[in-house]
């Protein structure tokens, strides 16, 4: 039977389609593609806009390294010196008698489990230690008692000469006065990560050799900043992730501090005095306090300063002079603040590096950035700002999915997936037109509708194969031409192709959808039979209002080419890299409005029209010609559903403010969209019974000719059964045939 050979080249149809469609995605995916690395021994693939980014995605933490990370959000030059804390300039191991060390852990029966690492350190880590050890030799100058639950006193460091002490994570709430008397010698003291409340008077008092203070992580409220003055040899304090406030104070003066880290405190405003005493500061960390204002003269003595983080705080305004003394400055953090960037707030700089990451992309004066030349490093929230630096060799994020700085279509399955899409849609809508024009039909009007979907499919190949040439023409220097492409009319030519395309052929397609319903499922109700002249009508109404949509962003947003260009070098308006983008309502009205409209449409129709022939024919045998029919139908909705619905589903969950997968949004671009326009010939043309008998029934095998001799007997006695007379093939006791059936002229039958 006929229907049976539809639904078995709808199935394999549908079935190829699911899984090339897999395929494509598991490719774009990996394992590892560029743009990616490995990490847990290779087992894990993450992209690189993933590396440094505050979130770790591998077990082994590579892709959050601190080393690695430090010119993306903090300083390297910390964490250089925590790496060489145990090492001299020279690299050598500092010396100390490992013998001492062993014989105090012979002596000390508590300390068994405890260690000497390096030859130089006391070890006795996470032993539920509640007091220091009583090591008597003076010669052990190392100790290393973090993870215990050592409560401090004023004999606890009594005897010692230290020079290294880590009490990090003991749940030390109290530091005695007396604590650290006498360690004139001690240089890099820890504190880190315990529960410390208050600093009283006289805590550091006589630790002259001071160079490291870290008391990150305790519940500071109020830290005595007077108590500095005696650490002259102080180069870095860690006082970030606490409760302080400093309001009113100020840092006395520290001639040798290099490094302030304040990270993670209260800091509501900085006046202009809190840091006038810190001129040779290289390093000053104001990460994710509360700044609301800071004086213009803020830091106009910090001349030396070199690295400036003000992320994640609650500034709206930053005053044009407040970066006028730092000519020094090579890395500035501004990130996730509600700021402008304008050239007068960097035109004092130098800058090497400079984090932009959450500041909207209308309030970033991109001339201003340009005009750094220096700068080497930027980070920005969205991919496509990086088209706006050209002359910044390192952009972060490096892609969105689809291009890299190097590449217009980064990965090469994109590459080929849009060379192949534009192959099939140009071939298979190409010999649409020529079956259509060289094997002409009696009706003339089915073959117009047709011709009309072929171009419209047509043009979306087109636009596929703009985008390849041109993604061949700038490869490996991306960002070199990206501003230029985006801006440029070919890029808007582009877009105008491919949203002419999609919504023509949808305005189609509903076209097509109601003049069945109406033929078929109300036969009777006086509806005329569409000629060719209120066809041409029909369809030059449709291009009209395809063409017009596609338009009118070129118009409204006149001033600038950028439209279609703007959020991706693809060139297609689908704008779900962020929740308002420009033109959003357009975006918006085009896919959640027109285009979900008319796939709910067809959808609809068609299962209206599903319903009306069971219920007419559910007494009497199906004819095959109705069977075919709704076989077809069935695959027909299913297909453009397939192909729209992840578009509008994109398009709704970045109105959620959904983060939407690069590898997805390439995946739907590159590959999903002009996947209907390959797929229609196939759905409106070649299954059809009278397009196979003109085209490839010629080239069957002789037994292949019998059998549908036979079907079409078979065919001919059905529908003269139901009333298909020879006398009038275009009506059926006065029911008006629908479009996209055809007569065949030698057995007066209609096919679809």
């Known amino acids: ?52 980014d505050n979130h770790g995605d591998c077990k082994d933490e590579d892709d959050e390294d601190p080393v690695m990370c430090g010119m993306f959000y903090g300083s390297t030059s910390v ?78 460091f009594s005897g010692l000469n230290l020079e290294f002490l880590d009490l990090k994570f003991n749940n030390i709430s109290n530091i005695p006065p007396d604590t650290f008397k006498g360690q004139t010698e001690l240089m890099k003291l820890f504190l880190s990560n315990n529960d410390i409340v208050e600093i009283t008077p006289g805590t550091f008092d006589g630790l002259n050799s001071l160079i490291w203070l870290l008391l990150r992580s305790n519940r500071l409220m109020k830290f005595p900043l007077i108590e500095l003055s005696d650490l002259q040899s102080l180069e870095l304090l860690d006082l970030s992730h606490n409760r302080l406030t400093l309001a009113n104070d100020k840092f006395p003066k520290m001639n040798s501090t290099l490094e302030l880290v304040l990270d993670g405190n209260l800091i ?57 003394s730092m000519s020094m400055l090579e890395a500035l953090y501004l990130q996730n603040n509600n700021i402008s960037i304008t050239r007068p707030l960097l035109n004092f700089t130098n800058l090497l590096y400079l984090n932009l990451d959450g500041i909207p992309n209308e309030n970033i004066k991109f001339d201003a950035v340009s005009s750094l030349i220096t700068l080497k490093s930027i980070v920005f929230t969205k991919f496509y700002y990086c088209g706006n630096v050209p002359h910044v060799k390192n952009c972060k994020p490096n892609t969105d999915g689809i291009s890299t700085l190097e590449d217009l279509l980064s990965k090469p399955v994109l590459r080929y997936s849009a060379w192949l899409m534009a192959l099939v849609t140009c071939m298979g809508n190409g010999l649409v037109l020529w ?40 490869r490996n220097r ?25 919504e023509v052929s949808m305005l ?24 060719s002249r ?61 285009n979900l409209s008319l796939l709910m449409l067809i959808a609809s129709l068609y299962t209206a029209l599903l319903v009306s022939i069971w219920r007419t024919r559910r007494a009497t ?86 059998r549908r001799h036979e079907r079409e007997a078979g065919v001919v006695g059905e529908g003269t059964a139901n009333g298909l007379t020879n006398s009038n093939p275009d009506e059926s006791q006065g029911k008006i045939l629908p479009l996209l059936y055809t007569p065949n002229t030698a057995t007066h039958n209609w096919k679809i």
């Open 621 to 706: 045998p199906l004819a095959v010609l109705d069977c075919e029919f709704a076989i077809r139908f069935f695959f027909i909705v299913l297909t453009d559903a397939t192909c729209w619905a992840p578009i509008i589903a994109l398009k709704i969950l970045a109105f959620l403010s959904y983060e939407i997968s690069a590898d997805i949004y390439a995946w739907i671009v590159i590959f999903i969209l002009p996947l209907n326009s390959a797929v229609n010939p196939l759905l409106y043309t070649f299954t059809t019974p009278r397009y196979r008998d003109k085209i490839g029934i010629k080239s069957w095998p002789i037994i292949f000719k019998c």
């Open 534 to 594: 209120n066809v041409l009508t029909s369809m030059i109404a449709i291009w009209t209002v395809g063409g017009t949509i596609a338009i009118i962003p070129v118009i409204h947003w006149r001033s600038s080419t950028r439209f279609y260009g703007t959020y991706s070098g693809t060139c297609f308006p689908l704008h779900v890299q962020e929740r308002f983008p420009l033109g959003w309502q357009y975006s918006a009205f085009v896919f959640l409005g027109v």
């Open 478 to 502: 991306y960002h070199e031409v990206a501003q230029d492409w985006a801006s440029s009319w070919n890029c808007t030519l582009a877009g105008l192709l491919a949203m002419t395309s999609s």
């Open 79 to 156: 964490l250089h010196n925590l790496m060489q804390s145990v090492r001299n300039k020279n690299g050598t191991v500092l010396e100390t008698n490992n013998r001492t060390c062993e014989r105090e852990l012979e002596r000390l029966a508590k300390a068994k489990r405890c260690g000497c690492i390096y030859s130089l350190m006391f070890f006795c880590k996470n032993l539920s230690l509640t007091t220091v050890p009583q090591i008597r030799s003076n010669k052990v100058t190392r100790l290393y008692l973090a993870y215990n639950k050592i409560k401090l006193t004023g004999q606890s």
């Open 268 to 324: 509501e405003e900085i006046d202009d005095k809190l840091f006038a005493g810190l001129g040779r500061l290289h390093l000053l960390s104001l990460h994710s306090n509360r700044i609301r204002s800071i004086h213009p003269h803020a830091f106009k003595e910090l001349t030396d300063l070199r690295e400036l983080g003000l992320s994640n705080n609650l500034l709206h305004h930053l005053p044009d002079t407040v970066l006028a």
């Open 508 to 531: 189609i397609l509903a076209f097509m959808s109601v003049e069945r319903f109406l033929l078929i499922a109300d036969p009777f109700g006086g509806h005329r039979r569409l000629d």
């Open 435 to 474: 079956g259509r024009f060289a094997l002409r039909d009696e009706n003339r009007a089915v073959s117009m509708v047709i011709r009309n979907l072929a171009v419209a499919d047509m043009l979306m190949g087109f636009y596929l194969v703009i985008i390849s040439i041109q993604d061949f023409r700038y």
């Open 1 to 52: 039977m006929s229907f049976r050979r539809s639904i078995i080249v709808g199935g394999i149809l549908i079935i190829l389609l699911i899984l090339l469609s897999t395929i494509t995605f598991y490719l774009s995916l990996g394992p590892c593609p560029r743009g990616s690395f490995a990490c847990d021994n290779g087992t894990v693939c993450v992209p690189q806009r993933a590396i440094c």
